[in-house]
C-alpha cells in the first residue's frame, strides 16, 4: 500500500520562480524521505527529516513537517531547467520492525520552463 | 567510484520466461532492496535483504526470487509466475534500516515482455 500521497501530480513554472510540493501520509513515521527522478533513471536522495524535526535545508531546498497534519512540503527555490524531474517523498514507519520499509508515493512530475 | 550497477539497462522477455537482473553495489552496504515501478507510479518494495543470506518479501513478492549470497550482489529473477511483469526495476542499497540513513538508487533495469 502507498503511504504518501503527493500533491500536485504534476507541477509547470517558470524558471526563477519557487516550486512547491507536498506529501500527505498516513501512519507515525520513523522518517521521512525526498527523493528526486530524472526521467528513465534511478531515485536520487534529496534530503532526511526526522520526526521530531520540523523544519531541514538543503542548499536551494527546504522541507518542513507537520506531524499533527500527517504532512510534508518540499520547496525548492530559484528553480533553474535541471530541477525538472519528478519528486517522491517516502515514508520510514516508526516501528522498529519497519525500518527496512520505505513506502512511496506516486510523485510530483515539475516542469521547469527555461 | 562507488555506487550500485543494474545490468542490463533494457531487458525483452518472452512469455513464459525467467528472466534474471543483475544488481551490484560497492558501497560496503548491509541492506538490498528491489523496487518495481509502473508509469505514473510510485515505488513499490519487491523484495528486501537485511544481510547476506538473509531476505524479505516486500508488498508485491508473488512471481519474483531473489538471492543474497554476497554482500555486494543482490539479484531478482521475474519468473514465469508473474504475471504483469513489464516495468522498470531500481536496486537500492543502505548502510543499515533506514532509520537514520537513506536509500542508494542504481539506475534501473526496464523490463518488457514481448
Known amino acids: 500500500s502507498q503511504q504518501g500521497e503527493e500533491d500536485p501530480q504534476a507541477l509547470s513554472i517558470q524558471e526563477g520562480e519557487n516550486a512547491t510540493m507536498n506529501c500527505s501520509y498516513k501512519t507515525s513515521i520513523n522518517n521521512l524521505q525526498w527523493y528526486r527522478q530524472n526521467s528513465g533513471r534511478g531515485l536520487v536522495h534529496l534530503i532526511l527529516i526526522r520526526s521530531n524535526e520540523r523544519e531541514k535545508h538543503s542548499g536551494r531546498l527546504r522541507v518542513t513537517l507537520d506531524t499533527s497534519k500527517k504532512s510534508s512540503s518540499l520547496l525548492i527555490t530559484a528553480s533553474r531547467a535541471a530541477d525538472t524531474a519528478s519528486y517522491f517523498c517516502a515514508t520510514v514507519p516508526y516501528s522498529g520492525a519497519g525500518s527496512y520499509q520505505l513506502t512511496f508515493g506516486k510523485g510530483t512530475k515539475l516542469s521547469v520552463i527555461p | ?114
Open chain 2, 1 to 114: 567510484d562507488g555506487g550500485i550497477t543494474q545490468s542490463p539497462k533494457y531487458l525483452f522477455r518472452k512469455e513464459g520466461q525467467n528472466v534474471t537482473l543483475s544488481c551490484e553495489q560497492n558501497l560496503n552496504h548491509d541492506a538490498m532492496y528491489w523496487y518495481r515501478q509502473d508509469p505514473g507510479q510510485g515505488l513499490r518494495l519487491i523484495y528486501y535483504s537485511q544481510i547476506v543470506n538473509d531476505f524479505q518479501k516486500g508488498d508485491i513478492a508473488e512471481g519474483y526470487s531473489v538471492s543474497r549470497e554476497k554482500k555486494e550482489s543482490f539479484p531478482l529473477t521475474v519468473t514465469s509466475a508473474q504475471k504483469n511483469p513489464t516495468a522498470f526495476y531500481l536496486c537500492a542499497s543502505s548502510i543499515g534500516g533506514y532509520g537514520n540513513t537513506e536509500a542508494f538508487f542504481g539506475q534501473g533495469t526496464r523490463l518488457t515482455v514481448v
